[in-house]
């Protein structure tokens, strides 16, 4: 689907498991990125999926100058965000996830920082969950805050989240890539290891809206999922995988 051979400056990548209800939405706010839209290109990763996602990504060709779809058929978010990272031509790979839309700066902020530190390898954002009251967003945001923080202090490096962060694609590759078949947090395990080739920085402006579908119902448990994981990989060094609760 990519219409030329040029090089882009960023690359966005984002992995898409049977998103045939959400792929749409995220794909139409990467059409309207404030930042030109010959300098970036939106490559989609469609892992396995059993449903319309591949057409749907198909029919949005017509909106974007650079618009690749893969096939990954290893059912894996760490083998898929992988397959995605390999394809990127740019220097600088942004990521995001199917059941999230970015805003209209997005991109621009995302190259306006790498731009400003040359020696940056990464960055990292937050977000808001689609549909929950501003009071839930506020103190959910600042809760996330307070656990990023917590995170530097003791590994060193702001965490990534795989819906909201950018590193240059040299680092990416210098860190050894997402661990395949991780389990949870496969986007924290990448930044501990790029945290230790350079600086990650957080843009507290950088901020996604997601859906709460993974927490929807189940809160409690999810985040025992998390915490075990958490503890397990981050703190203990554990190699033992936890998996989330599938939600699709």
């Given at each position: 689907m990519d219409k030329t051979h040029s090089s882009p400056e960023i690359s966005v990548v984002i992995p898409a498991y049977n998103e045939e209800k959400l792929i749409g939405k995220c794909l139409e706010a990467l059409a309207q990125q404030s930042f030109p839209p010959d300098n970036y290109e939106v490559i989609v990763v469609n892992n396995a999926s059993t449903d319309h996602t591949a057409e749907i990504v198909h029919s949005f060709a017509p909106n974007f100058p650079h618009l690749t779809l893969i096939h990954e058929p290893d059912h894996d978010i760490s083998v898929?965000?992988?397959?995605?990272?390999?394809?990127?031509?740019?220097?600088?790979?942004?990521?995001?996830?199917?059941?999230?839309?970015?805003?209209?700066?997005?991109?621009?902020?995302?190259?306006?920082?790498?731009?400003?530190?040359?020696?940056?390898?990464?960055?990292?954002?937050?977000?808001?969950?689609?549909?929950?009251?501003?009071?839930?967003?506020?103190?959910?945001?600042?809760?996330?805050?307070?656990?990023?923080?917590?995170?530097?202090?003791?590994?060193?490096?702001?965490?990534?989240?795989?819906?909201?962060?950018?590193?240059?694609?040299?680092?990416?590759?210098?860190?050894?890539?997402?661990?395949?078949?991780?389990?949870?947090?496969?986007?924290?395990?990448?930044?501990?290891?790029?945290?230790?080739?350079?600086?990650?920085?957080?843009?507290?402006?950088l901020v996604v809206s997601t859906t709460y579908r993974r927490f929807q119902g189940r809160f409690f448990k999810q985040l025992a999922v998390w915490t075990k994981a958490y503890l397990g990989r981050v703190i203990f060094k554990s190699n033992k995988k936890v998996y989330w609760e599938p939600v699709r």
């Open positions: 898929a965000r992988n397959s995605g990272f390999k394809k990127a031509r740019a220097i600088i790979i942004a990521s995001t996830d199917a059941d999230t839309q970015v805003p209209s700066d997005w991109l621009e902020q995302i190259w306006t920082e790498f731009e400003r530190n040359e020696m940056l390898a990464g960055l990292t954002g937050t977000y808001r969950y689609s549909g929950k009251s501003r009071l839930f967003n506020t103190l959910s945001t600042a809760i996330m805050k307070v656990a990023d923080n917590t995170h530097r202090l003791l590994t060193g490096s702001f965490p990534f989240r795989g819906a909201n962060f950018a590193v240059k694609k040299k680092l990416w590759a210098m860190a050894g890539g997402f661990t395949p078949h991780f389990g949870v947090l496969e986007d924290i395990d990448l930044s501990l290891r790029v945290g230790r080739l350079g600086k990650i920085n957080y843009l507290a402006d």
